[in-house]
């Protein structure tokens, strides 16, 4: 299982992390380490993959959701300042096809709700679209900021 925080600013608008190599964008999210809670996950993942850290009590939690056969996925939300995606930095790394050690992710994105599915693959915008409602996330969001 994978966890992630889905990451919204003022506008309504997600950030996205570009996956290197591919031409898929990406919520900050990954593999929960032994011993290791959803939500520390959720969080050791999105600051490795974004540099952005998030106290828990500034996450919603989601829940559990399938995303694909044999990897579901337990995702957070949390509402951010508008930060300059330039800013965001990765700082794992995996080596590519000629060797290099290049960062997981390497470009940011604030993207609109209407614009996911122009970035995400099929599964991650299926998540996010028909899934979830982005839309009512961010409504949960402004609910407990209120």
Not at 65 to 75: A, E, N, T, V
Request: neutral net charge; glycine residues 8%; aromatic residues 6%.
């Amino acid at each position: 299982m994978s966890c992630g925080i889905l990451v919204v600013d003022d506008v309504d608008e997600l950030l996205l992390c570009h996956a290197t190599g591919t031409a898929r964008w990406d919520i900050p999210k990954g593999r929960r380490e032994p011993g290791e809670s959803e939500i520390e996950a959720a969080i050791r993942e999105t600051f490795e993959e974004t540099g952005l850290r998030f106290a828990p009590d500034v996450l919603v939690e989601l829940g559990r959701f399938r995303y694909r056969p044999g990897k579901d996925l337990h995702l957070f939300a949390t509402r951010s300042e508008r930060i300059d995606p330039s800013g965001c930095s990765c700082s794992t790394r995996f080596r590519d096809a000629r060797g290099r050690l290049v960062p997981e992710m390497d470009g940011y994105a604030w993207v609109s709700f209407d614009d996911v599915a122009r970035h995400c693959a099929k599964n991650m915008t299926t998540l996010l679209t028909k899934t979830l409602s982005l839309r009512e996330v961010s409504q949960r969001l402004r609910g407990r900021n209120a």
